[in-house]
């Protein structure tokens, strides 16, 4: 069978409608912008829970599963031929989001975003290299795979690498929905200061988040600050 791979510019826009505030955030993702080596090499990987898991709460898994999958990222980091620079790890604060599809009545989801700049130029081989890593962590953690959407104890998604584009049976880059999420946007829009130079394209507009939206902002905490 021949998977499909391959670098491609795109441009894309989309509108996150905020919690009952006055503005939306507005994301133009172009990846036809990037200049530099940190723009077209930049990872993201979005965490989700809303289950409790063998250490707790989704919020205890969260603050639980952040320096174990900073460790793994490192790990794949150093691994990747040829050495490269040391990566950054910038993370997003915790949202509180409500689902998205799946079984009615579900608890909301805690979320965040994590961007890793800094990994080696971007191939398939390694991607789903680092997908694996996910999902031993996902596993690790008590994640069950048994209905779309379905709340889950932990979830770990690699939304994109650089510029890297690829569709085989195990992953999909960019992840085809992160556009279309607020679980995602609400993260990234909290990042803005840095996204731009992350991916060379993107501008998250004002975020105006509060009740009665789909995502809301958490304050700092120990192991989250």
């Known amino acids: 069978m021949r998977y499909r791979c391959w670098w491609r510019w795109r441009r894309a826009s989309i509108r996150l409608q905020p919690w009952g ?12 912008d990037q200049t530099g080596p940190a723009a077209s090499t930049t990872l993201a990987i979005a965490l989700g829970a809303n289950l409790p898991g063998p250490v707790g709460s989704p919020l205890a898994t969260l603050i639980a ?9 490192l790990e794949w980091h150093e691994s990747l031929p040829p050495p490269g620079e040391a990566v950054t790890l910038r993370w ?3 949202f ?21 700049d800094g990994p080696s130029p971007p191939h398939t081989t390694a991607a789903e290299a680092l997908l694996e890593q996910l999902q031993g962590l996902e596993q690790h953690f008590g994640r069950e795979r048994h209905e779309r959407w ?39 829009a909290a990042l803005e200061a840095n996204l731009g130079a992350a991916l060379g394209g993107v501008a998250l ?17 120990a192991g989250w600050p």
């Open 65 to 73: 599963v952040r320096p174990l999958l900073e460790a793994r990222v």
């Open 92 to 94: 997003s604060p915790l």
């Open 21 to 32: 505030g006055p503005g939306s955030i507005h994301v133009r993702a172009s990846l036809a």
């Open 150 to 188: 379905a709340p889950r104890s932990l979830d770990l998604d690699l939304l994109w690498w650089g510029d890297l584009r690829c569709q085989t049976p195990r992953l999909q880059l960019p992840h085809p929905l992160w556009r279309e999420r607020d679980f995602v946007l609400a993260p990234l």
């Open 96 to 116: 509180e989001t409500q689902p998205v599809g799946g079984p009615p009545g579900q608890p909301n989801y805690l979320n965040a975003v994590v961007l890793v």
């Open 205 to 221: 507009g004002q975020a105006a988040l509060g009740p009665g939206g789909t995502a809301m902002a958490l304050t700092g905490r």
